[in-house]
């Protein structure tokens, strides 16, 4: 969430929850009062803290670029 706004980030945690059921809803909103927010990893939704998630999002962030440096250098011999 680092740089985001936090309407960007409401809008995003909106859309993710949006198809869930109205328990789990409410399960998310409850904990994000709590600082927590939800991850959705094989289909089951877990709280964990936000600055859990944010770590998440930035070693997601730095494999793409490392993956995207490799693909963008020619291999040598």
Same mark, same amino acid.
């Given at each position: 969430?680092?740089?985001?706004?936090?309407?960007?980030?409401?809008?995003?945690?909106?859309?993710?929850?949006?198809?869930?059921? #109205?328990?789990?809803?409410?399960?998310?909103?409850?904990?994000?009062? &709590? /600082?927590?927010? @939800?991850? $959705? *990893?094989?289909?089951?939704?877990?709280?964990?803290?936000?600055?859990?998630?944010?770590?998440?999002? #930035?070693?997601?962030?730095?494999?793409?670029?490392?993956?995207?440096? &490799? /693909?963008?250098? @020619?291999? $040598? *011999?």
């Amino acid at each position: 969430m680092a740089g985001e706004s936090v309407s960007s980030y409401m809008a995003k945690v909106i859309k993710e929850i949006a198809n869930m059921s #109205m328990s789990g809803q409410e399960f998310v909103l409850e904990n994000m009062a &709590k /600082k927590l927010v @939800p991850i $959705s *990893i094989d289909g089951s939704t877990y709280m964990i803290p936000k600055e859990v998630s944010e770590l998440i999002e #930035m070693l997601v962030a730095d494999t793409s670029e490392t993956v995207q440096s &490799k /693909k963008d250098k @020619p291999h $040598s *011999i």
